[in-house]
């Protein structure tokens, strides 16, 4: 072998120590080392809770609590991930949440009951994607520039809607929808409305035409482009996607907090791409998994769970917080690297 | 032509003639009304001198906050002598500094100011004074008194001092009682202060212990986050005091949806959802502290009494005092109905 002298034959010296993995390796690799890891560090918490508080943090109603909380983030953070596996970035993702869940508030649409608010905050999250897109794919500005610009409209419009006040729902079939009474075996209503997202989300992303080109076009949207996928009309449809998720988020809001107000969704858009990156998906686009994704947002829940638990003031809860998305970004790394 | 200029003439003639009683009517007041004006009182409703006072609020993206700006305008247009000045309301220092900057080249009468950040905005507080511009200080404070001529604010101590005192007094019979605080942003002076005063007053009475306290951000989401946190934490305990009670909406639906109605809750602030919900008394908030936003109407009248240099009804100064504490009253079942106008939405 000779030294290689240009990147792409760079690639062939590392391949050949792979071609015989042992048949360990061969199962770890096709479970997904990253998301292998990921489990290992949510198990790691859960320790940590258990050992801490194990009265109150290995208790049902705690399993429920956590995943309620993570519900709303998640669905956001479902549609966040098929945005930045494009190579995109949403950053109005919060205040399209609280846009649609005050406009679905508003005495107006509370109104015709259940079906006006769910959707009313459905038809304002769609419509909120819809511009982004447009913006995005038909006048070729930077994803990050346009929905910027919808996260600041989106924000004012929602103040002007509510003029500062927090709107409260009065119609009954809703609040009851959070509930104790409501859940199905146990599992509350909003944690099925985001098991339902999840699957549908690995579904579409892992076993359609539409996954597998938006996985193309962010690898390569030129060469994407080249194999006849229409990558302006694929990324329409993915800031659609991400808007469609933030009005089913929130009508979760709604259910959850029995009200809507501007300062609905604050910063969504920080944890949405958090977890998303943590789970595993390249902010340049071209990877990531929707189980990736659902795991950092059960790792951040979980880490806000046992902070609570332990009465840990706000302050201690920040800097945790920063230091365990590093340490989990690096131990994922290090694991990425080792198969 | 001729038509012309007898019209200029008869123009310049009317010009004269009421420039000359304007004159006469400017002179008259200063000699006669100003002296005599030393008694009137700030509260007084007959029209004086004309003010226009400069209003620099917060971003209202908050319940009290919105009611803040409410009250200032609507307390203005009562008076037909004064005029509003009223800049877009802000979040961000830099922006608010701006928006002041423009009230003083405006050359407003008196400038009334709710700061973002107290400690940030004292040096265009000074500047306004320095250009001869009286400043009403509104509820968070400046780092020095020379920024201000008058400071109208609430008592956050006090606020927590007496929900305190209130839950000590409901709880002073019970052994071993435990109490927890859900409290508004922890960045914000103002929630320091409220905890201290709330753990003062709780220092009187050995038989109770806060067992826990966590920091909500003043929303409806973070409220019902954290409440229903605790509520995990804390399988039993006799109290809770809320710092907010926007944040209070959300804590109310998280003690909902946990099904639990074994304590007494406090509210803090005012908001019309608490004071109905303390007189239908269906849930576990029993009482609420106020923080009063119809200081931002009395700092409207402080403004007018400056601008007009009066001084306060039934206080024997000439002139408005230089500082003004509210009190942070209590209000439960017994007293609602007098405080239910103020309820803010």
Excluded at chain 1, 44 to 53: F, N, P, Q, S
Excluded at chain 1, 181 to 198: E, I, K, N
Excluded at chain 1, 205 to 226: D, H, I
Aim: hydrophobic share 45%.
């Amino acid at each position: 072998m000779t030294q290689p002298v240009s990147p792409p034959r760079d690639d062939t010296p590392k391949l050949s120590p792979q071609v015989e993995p042992s048949p360990w390796r061969a199962v770890v690799a096709r479970a997904d080392v990253r998301t292998l890891s990921l489990l290992g560090v949510l198990a790691a918490l859960i320790l940590i809770g258990g050992i801490t508080k194990p009265d109150e943090f290995l208790d049902t109603r705690n399993l429920q609590l956590v995943l309620t909380q993570a519900s709303v983030i998640g669905v956001v953070t479902v549609g966040m991930t098929f945005v930045i596996i494009s190579g995109g970035i949403d950053l109005s993702v919060g205040a399209i949440v609280a846009l649609a869940s005050v406009w679905a508030t508003t005495v107006a649409t509370q109104d015709y009951g259940f079906v006006g608010i769910f959707f009313t905050a459905v038809i304002v999250g769609v419509g909120c994607g819809l511009v982004n897109g447009v913006l995005i794919a038909y006048g070729t500005m930077v994803p990050f520039i346009a929905t910027l610009a919808m996260l600041a409209s989106a924000r004012g419009l929602a103040l002007q809607i509510t003029d500062g006040n927090t709107q409260v729902v009065t119609v009954d079939g809703i609040l009851d929808l959070g509930e104790r009474d409501s859940y199905v075996l146990g599992v509350p209503p909003l944690v099925m409305v985001f098991a339902v997202v999840t699957i549908i989300g690995w579904l579409v992303l892992n076993r359609t035409t539409f996954g597998r080109r938006t996985v193309a076009v962010g690898g390569n949207a030129e060469a994407a482009r080249l194999a006849g996928i229409d990558v302006r009309r694929q990324r329409l449809y993915l800031y659609l996607l991400s808007g469609l998720c933030c009005g089913i988020a929130a009508f979760l809001l709604i259910i959850l907090s029995g009200s809507g107000q501007n300062t609905n969704g604050n910063l969504y858009e920080l944890d949405a791409i958090a977890a998303a990156i943590i789970g595993g998906t390249l902010l340049t686009g071209g990877r990531g998994t929707i189980v990736g994704s659902v795991l950092g947002v059960l790792i951040f829940t979980t880490i806000t769970n046992i902070f609570a638990l332990n009465n840990l003031q706000s302050d201690v809860q920040q800097i945790a917080k920063g230091a365990i998305i590093v340490a989990a970004v690096l131990v994922q790394r290090r694991t990425a690297s080792t198969t | 032509m001729p038509e012309i200029t007898s019209r200029r003439g008869l123009l310049f003639g009317t010009a004269a003639v009421s420039a000359g009683v304007l004159l006469a009517g400017c002179t008259s007041n200063e000699s006669d009304d100003e002296p005599a004006s030393n008694d009137q009182p700030a509260a007084d409703d007959k029209p004086g001198k004309q003010v226009t006072i400069g209003f620099a609020g917060p971003q209202a993206d908050h319940g009290w906050l919105n009611a803040i700006n409410d009250n200032a305008k609507s307390r203005a247009k009562k008076y037909k002598d004064v005029t509003l000045e009223i800049t877009e309301g802000s979040n961000d220092t830099a922006q608010q500094i701006g928006q002041i900057e423009t009230l003083i080249n405006k050359k407003v009468d008196v400038l009334v100011v709710l700061p973002a950040d107290g400690k940030a905005l004292t040096q265009v507080g000074l500047q306004a004074m320095r250009a001869g511009i009286p400043v009403v200080n509104l509820d968070r404070i400046f780092n020095s008194p020379q920024a201000y001529r008058c400071w109208i604010g609430g008592d956050n101590y006090g606020m927590g001092l007496n929900a305190g005192h209130y839950i000590g007094e409901k709880l002073k019979d019970k052994k071993g009682a435990r109490v927890i605080e859900l409290a508004g942003l922890d960045n914000l002076e103002l929630t320091k202060q409220r905890t201290q005063g709330f753990d003062a007053a709780l220092k009187n009475y050995p038989n109770i212990k806060k067992v826990a306290r966590q920091a909500a951000e003043f929303t409806v989401e973070s409220g019902q986050a954290k409440m229903s946190q605790l509520l995990q934490a804390q399988s039993n305990f006799d109290a809770l005091w809320n710092h907010d009670d926007d944040q209070g909406v959300g804590a109310l639906r998280a003690i909902e949806q946990a099904g639990r109605d074994d304590f007494l809750m406090v509210g803090g602030a005012g908001a019309l959802s608490a004071m109905q919900a303390i007189e239908s008394d269906n849930s576990v908030l029993k009482a609420t502290v106020l923080y009063p936003p119809t200081m931002a109407a009395s700092a409207i009248d402080l403004a007018r009494a400056l601008g007009q240099s009066k001084g306060i009804g039934g206080l024997a100064e000439f002139e408005i005092p230089a500082s003004l504490t509210l009190y942070s009253a209590v209000v439960d079942k017994a007293n609602v109905k007098q405080y239910l106008p103020t309820g803010f939405k």
